[in-house]
């Protein structure tokens, strides 16, 4: 199937610091999708990316599509303490085969005061 | 709007115990699908149904079954529990499947003992 290699695994950052992961795919998504996920909850949508190239912000997160639809990052400016937990791409191919989403093995990210 | 709501939230099973996880999102969505999330690692499909009669299997299906009688139930069912069926279980619906993303239930705790 298809592979998602997410990093960093883990980020311990302090408050205030801006924060960058990324997504990388074997091979191409019609869509990339970035989801948190709290303790103990379900994933929650934070940004969806349609089309190769487009930029996308969502207050201070801001994600990209890749040119080569292989690719996706997520920056988050001036974090804060409610930014911790677990961040997730997702990427999703329409063209055929099973039509749920490929996920990443997750970023941890971790913020001291 | 409750969303996704899955039930039960904790399960503990002896081996070879069966039991139904149940599913229901009351947004009218189409397609609906079943992740195991398993400790650090993303979500993998199990199966996924793309209306009411219509399912198929994900990419890992082996040791479930599933049902969809009406739009807005997806039981996910177990015959006969394994300890590699330990993991925590996520229920999602979207409208339709390319443009529109994936929202998750709050998911059901299983250990197999």
């Known amino acids: 199937g298809q592979q998602l290699n997410q990093s960093p695994q883990s980020m311990f950052i302090q408050e205030g610091e801006d924060v960058s992961m990324n997504c990388t795919s074997s091979s191409i998504f019609n869509t990339w999708l970035w989801y948190k996920q709290d303790p103990g909850e379900g994933p929650v949508l934070l940004i969806a990316?349609?089309?190769?190239?487009e930029l996308t912000s969502n207050g201070r997160l801001t994600a990209q599509f890749g040119i080569t639809r292989k690719d996706s990052f997520l920056n988050i400016s001036a974090s804060i303490p409610s930014d911790v937990g677990i961040y997730f791409c997702a990427g999703l191919y329409s063209g055929g085969g099973a039509d749920g989403l490929t996920f990443g093995k997750g970023t941890h990210l971790i913020i001291q005061p | 709007n409750a969303g996704v709501t899955q039930t039960p939230k904790f399960r503990i099973l002896k081996i070879g115990q069966s039991m139904t996880l149940q599913c229901t999102q009351d947004?009218?969505?189409?397609?609906m699908y079943w992740y195991r999330q398993d400790p650090g690692m993303g979500l993998k499909l199990i199966y996924y149904s793309v209306g009411a009669g219509i399912t198929d299997k994900g990419e890992v299906p082996n040791g479930y079954n599933v049902s969809r009688s009406t739009t807005e139930d997806f039981p996910l069912r177990l015959e006969l529990a394994a300890p590699s069926q330990t993991s925590v279980y996520f229920c999602?619906?979207?409208?339709?499947?390319?443009?529109?993303?994936?929202?998750f239930g709050p998911g059901t705790r299983l250990l197999v003992l």
């Open positions: 990316l349609y089309k190769a190239g």
């Open positions: 999602a619906s979207s409208y339709s499947r390319a443009r529109e993303t994936q929202y």
């Open positions: 947004m009218n969505h189409n397609y």
